[in-house]
Nanobody, 121 residues
């Protein structure tokens, strides 16, 4: 089971840090990702981190603004979001999979329920 926290409302240019805690999973064996889904849009992967070497992947729209990290001792993955924009408004989900950092939601086995991020002035 995965559980996200840290969402909320923030003004443009602000920051938020999302956390996702896993239970029942050996986190250090999983690829971990953050997805988001805005109203009327498909769920998109915005970042992923491998378990072997901590390599990180980002979608172009968040590069340089968002940072994914993991603390396997705490079974937690984080998403630091800076310089937030209105278009970052979405429900953010964490996901875990033992095999790949897939860019498709169908490629991830475990999901959290999501946390809302709203960026508005």
């Amino acid at each position: 089971e995965l559980a996200e926290s840290g969402g909320g409302s923030v003004q443009p240019g602000g920051s938020l840090r999302l956390s996702c805690v896993g239970t029942g999973l050996t986190f250090d064996s999983y690829f971990l990702a953050w997805f988001r889904q805005a109203p009327g849009k498909e769920r998109e992967r915005i970042s992923c981190i491998t378990h072997s070497d901590g390599e990180t992947l980002y979608t172009e729209s968040v590069k340089g603004r968002f940072t994914i990290s993991r603390d396997d001792a705490k079974n937690t993955v984080y998403l630091q979001m800076n310089s937030l924009k209105a278009e970052d408004t979405a429900v953010y989900y964490c996901a875990a999979d033992p095999y790949f950092c897939s860019d498709s939601p169908e490629g991830f086995e475990y999901w959290g329920r999501g946390t809302q991020v709203t960026v508005s002035s």
